[in-house]
């Protein structure tokens, strides 16, 4: 073997400030524990990215990893300190030239030096160097931090690097020849690695390499072999997670379940997936551990319900007037052993008991939120409701049982608006807008409150009424003959776009004191059972429910707007269910919704979970009821979860 080129000599370093946290303190950490999964058997896998759960504790910068044939150890670069050598070395790391080097130079209890020679066949070459780099010097030469080599010039470093086996800082202080430039960190315990080199036996290979540059030669074996040379195989950059590519990553990821009858877990790249097997309760242990064997550990809770999965839910759609829809849906697995039961509002039709469900000659009646039960045995799963709307027919302002007055019609407000208002007069009944106005129908709710619907834009929206009764005269208001029909209402905004705008409010001494009584005590909210949405765009300018508190014993409560994307304003008071009453705020998946609870909690009866999607963040805040009374913001009491996994803590913002 023979060298051409003589290596660079190690020189000297200063301070000037003193790194916050060392290589020891960057061992792997849990970020953010792992959320709960709640799935059914043969549903498809629920996915954690653990990008967002696992890491290394104070490392923020391009990480290095050097994989030699005494182990691997890893460096962070550090450009706020040294930026010109932090670029210069990743060149070389980027352009290979590290691969199969050697570290030709070990001072014990001083440094171990690297990065100016490689091993071609069985020759020691000088590796190819580009235009020296100014002089950095920034930090201390502390025990495990890197530096660059150079010569007695103090912008003559090119190639080589050491790492300090010791504290070196005032060995290497400024005072010694302005001092070397510090610009990566080993991390972890990578240092042990570093340690085993340096503990290597040193020999004067220089004469039988014909070079002074190798008097401090450390070698694994007494003799001046291949095999014994310190080599690094291989210095490439790396990611903290390992992404599915090549690039090496600092962390290996592995994934066991407590109980693989009731769920496995599986790692890819740096995705978890968690697949339900069995119906019963188990915990997945993820473990990160680091390339020197250093290691963490987090735990994820599972419960997979027996019951069957649903593999296509019920599809929403906008129907015209007299026109006819098919709903239907697939059970995961085999078609047989499966019955079914349809709902409409929380309300079983009669006859609906199979895996499709025809709608024809579609009135205001038949709009609502459809959803169905699927039954295996013992078990079942109820899917995802799907919005039915109805949309009148072209040229008309209404349909089902509605009613207005001329004098009702083109109402100019002391606000600039213009409004026309209807009326219920049966169980159910469709308005739309025209000439730029805003269209409003009222009722009462089952608490005696008058409650307003108003919509401007695009769309028509339905109520349907659940007990409906009446039309009767609103027993706590100053308002002679005008009669409303009363019930708890299911309203369906259809057909809307981004410039559709819908208000519930429900009437109170301040949102319309003119036919308020003094000696009643009024409710104060809007009492609706649910709301379900059908954007033609994905897009809906604003959803005003500040007044409206959502409520079922049965069915769907909340909201429903699986074609939503983007929202302008969205808000309401409260959501609250009782016996079969099922919580919900679902948009499309890929929406991100920012809502605001105005006053309310969202608790639910026995910790019901409140299914979500579409949501960036949900805001609680306070409010107030249709007299001005306030409701301040309260503390989240809810859950909420997304296809299973609770995501609580994700979305609530303040109190």
Same mark, same amino acid.
């Given at each position: 073997?023979?060298?051409?080129?003589?290596?660079?000599?190690?020189?000297?370093?200063?301070?000037?400030?003193?790194?916050?946290?060392?290589?020891?303190?960057?061992?792997?950490?849990?970020?953010?524990?792992?959320?709960?999964?709640?799935?059914?058997?043969?549903?498809?896998?629920?996915?954690?990215?653990?990008?967002?759960?696992?890491?290394?504790?104070?490392?923020?910068?391009?990480?290095?990893?050097?994989?030699?044939?005494?182990?691997?150890?890893?460096?962070?670069?550090?450009? @706020?300190?040294?930026? @010109?050598?932090?670029?210069?070395?990743?060149?070389?790391?980027?352009?290979?030239?590290?691969?199969?080097?050697?570290?030709?130079?070990?001072?014990?209890?001083?440094?171990?030096?690297?990065?100016?020679?490689?091993?071609?066949?069985?020759?020691?070459?000088?590796?190819?160097?580009?235009?020296?780099?100014?002089?950095?010097?920034?930090?201390?030469?502390?025990?495990?931090?890197?530096?660059?080599?150079?010569?007695?010039?103090?912008?003559?470093?090119?190639?080589?690097?050491?790492?300090?086996?010791?504290? &070196?800082?005032?060995?290497?202080?400024?005072?010694?020849?302005?001092?070397?430039?510090?610009?990566?960190?080993?991390? /972890?315990?990578?240092?042990?690695?570093?340690?085993?080199?340096?503990?290597?036996?040193?020999?004067?290979?220089?004469?039988?390499?014909?070079?002074?540059?190798?008097?401090?030669?450390?070698?694994?074996?007494?003799?001046?072999?291949?095999? &014994?040379?310190?080599?690094?195989?291989?210095?490439?950059?790396?990611?903290?997670?390992?992404?599915?590519?090549?690039?090496?990553?600092?962390?290996?990821?592995?994934?066991?379940?407590?109980?693989?009858?009731?769920?496995?877990?599986?790692?890819?790249?740096?995705?978890?997936?968690?697949?339900?097997?069995?119906?019963?309760?188990?915990?997945?242990?993820?473990?990160?551990?680091?390339?020197?064997?250093?290691?963490?550990?987090?735990?994820?809770?599972?419960?997979?319900?027996?019951?069957?999965?649903?593999?296509?839910?019920?599809?929403?759609?906008?129907?015209?007037?007299?026109?006819?829809? =098919?709903?239907?849906?697939?059970?995961?697995?085999?078609?047989?052993?499966?019955?079914?039961?349809?709902?409409?509002?929380?309300?079983?039709?009669?006859?609906?008991? &199979?895996?499709?469900?025809?709608?024809?000659?579609?009135?205001?009646?038949?709009?609502?939120?459809?959803?169905?039960?699927?039954?295996?045995?013992? &078990?079942?799963?109820?899917?995802?409701? @799907?919005?039915?709307?109805?949309?009148?027919?072209?040229?008309?302002?209404?349909? /089902?049982?509605?009613?207005?007055?001329?004098?009702?019609?083109?109402?100019?407000?002391?606000?600039?608006?213009?409004?026309?208002?209807?009326?219920?007069?049966?169980?159910?009944?469709?308005?739309?807008?025209?000439?730029?106005?805003?269209?409003?129908?009222? =009722?009462?709710?089952?608490?005696?409150?008058?409650?307003?619907?108003?919509?401007?834009?695009?769309?028509?929206?339905?109520?349907?009424?659940?007990?409906?009764?009446?039309?009767?005269?609103?027993?706590?208001?100053?308002?002679?003959?005008?009669?409303?029909?009363?019930?708890?209402?299911?309203?369906?905004?259809?057909?809307?776009?981004?410039?559709?705008?819908?208000?519930?409010?429900?009437?109170?001494?301040?949102?319309?004191?003119?036919?308020?009584?003094?000696?009643?005590?009024?409710?104060?909210?809007?009492?609706?059972?649910?709301?379900?949405?059908?954007?033609?765009?994905?897009?809906?300018?604003?959803?005003?429910?500040?007044?409206?508190?959502?409520?079922?014993?049965?069915?769907?409560?909340?909201?429903?707007?699986?074609?939503?994307?983007?929202?302008?304003?969205?808000?309401?008071?409260?959501?609250?269910?009782?016996?079969?009453?099922?919580?919900?705020? =679902?948009?499309?998946?890929?929406?991100? @919704?920012?809502?605001?609870?105005?006053?309310?909690?969202?608790?639910?009866?026995?910790?019901?979970?409140?299914?979500?999607?579409?949501?960036?963040?949900?805001?609680?805040?306070?409010?107030?009821?249709?007299?001005?009374?306030?409701?301040?913001?309260?503390?989240?009491?809810?859950?909420?979860?997304?296809?299973?996994?609770?995501?609580?803590?994700?979305?609530?913002?303040?109190?």
């Amino acid at each position: 073997m023979r060298s051409t080129t003589r290596a660079g000599l190690l020189l000297s370093c200063s301070v000037l400030f003193a790194l916050s946290t060392w290589a020891q303190a960057t061992l792997p950490t849990v970020t953010v524990p792992l959320p709960t999964v709640t799935t059914t058997v043969g549903a498809t896998g629920s996915t954690i990215d653990l990008k967002g759960h696992f890491g290394l504790a104070g490392v923020t910068n391009q990480i290095v990893q050097f994989n030699t044939t005494m182990g691997t150890f890893n460096l962070e670069v550090l450009p @706020a300190a040294a930026p @010109a050598s932090v670029l210069n070395f990743l060149g070389y790391v980027g352009r290979g030239a590290y691969t199969n080097t050697i570290i030709h130079r070990s001072v014990p209890g001083f440094v171990i030096q690297g990065g100016g020679f490689a091993l071609t066949g069985t020759t020691l070459d000088a590796i190819p160097t580009v235009a020296p780099i100014a002089l950095e010097y920034n930090l201390p030469n502390t025990r495990g931090t890197l530096s660059m080599a150079r010569t007695d010039s103090l912008n003559s470093a090119t190639s080589q690097w050491f790492v300090n086996t010791v504290d &070196n800082t005032t060995t290497l202080g400024t005072s010694n020849n302005g001092g070397y430039a510090v610009f990566a960190r080993v991390l /972890g315990t990578g240092m042990t690695v570093v340690d085993g080199i340096a503990a290597l036996t040193v020999y004067n290979a220089s004469a039988a390499l014909n070079s002074a540059t190798y008097t401090q030669l450390p070698l694994r074996g007494p003799d001046l072999t291949i095999d &014994n040379l310190v080599i690094v195989n291989s210095a490439r950059t790396a990611y903290v997670m390992p992404d599915g590519s090549t690039t090496p990553a600092v962390l290996t990821l592995t994934a066991s379940s407590s109980n693989p009858a009731v769920a496995t877990a599986a790692i890819a790249a740096s995705t978890l997936t968690v697949t339900p097997v069995g119906g019963g309760t188990c915990t997945i242990t993820v473990r990160a551990t680091d390339t020197n064997g250093n290691l963490v550990e987090a735990t994820s809770a599972v419960a997979v319900s027996a019951r069957p999965a649903i593999a296509t839910h019920p599809a929403s759609q906008n129907v015209a007037a007299n026109g006819s829809a =098919l709903l239907s849906v697939t059970p995961l697995g085999s078609t047989g052993g499966f019955s079914y039961r349809w709902f409409r509002n929380g309300i079983a039709i009669d006859g609906a008991t &199979n895996s499709s469900l025809q709608l024809t000659n579609v009135q205001s009646a038949q709009a609502g939120l459809y959803d169905v039960e699927v039954t295996a045995g013992a &078990n079942t799963t109820r899917s995802r409701p @799907a919005v039915i709307g109805v949309v009148p027919a072209a040229g008309t302002q209404t349909a /089902g049982a509605i009613t207005t007055r001329a004098e009702w019609q083109s109402i100019h407000h002391p606000n600039g608006n213009i409004y026309d208002q209807f009326l219920l007069t049966g169980a159910s009944g469709t308005i739309t807008t025209t000439g730029g106005k805003i269209a409003r129908v009222s =009722l009462l709710d089952e608490q005696n409150n008058i409650v307003q619907f108003e919509m401007s834009g695009p769309g028509s929206l339905t109520v349907v009424l659940t007990n409906p009764s009446g039309p009767k005269a609103p027993a706590l208001y100053n308002q002679a003959g005008v009669e409303y029909m009363q019930g708890t209402p299911t309203v369906v905004l259809a057909g809307a776009d981004a410039s559709t705008h819908m208000s519930i409010y429900s009437v109170g001494t301040k949102t319309n004191p003119g036919v308020t009584r003094t000696d009643v005590v009024y409710n104060g909210w809007a009492n609706v059972c649910a709301v379900g949405i059908q954007s033609t765009t994905g897009g809906l300018g604003g959803l005003y429910y500040g007044n409206v508190l959502f409520a079922s014993a049965a069915g769907p409560a909340g909201i429903v707007a699986p074609s939503l994307r983007t929202i302008g304003t969205l808000n309401f008071h409260e959501l609250t269910t009782t016996a079969a009453g099922e919580p919900m705020i =679902l948009l499309a998946p890929e929406g991100q @919704a920012k809502i605001k609870i105005t006053g309310g909690s969202l608790a639910q009866p026995a910790g019901i979970g409140i299914d979500v999607s579409g949501l960036d963040t949900v805001q609680m805040v306070a409010g107030e009821d249709s007299c001005g009374r306030p409701a301040p913001a309260q503390a989240n009491q809810g859950r909420l979860y997304y296809e299973g996994i609770d995501i609580t803590a994700e979305l609530i913002v303040g109190p």
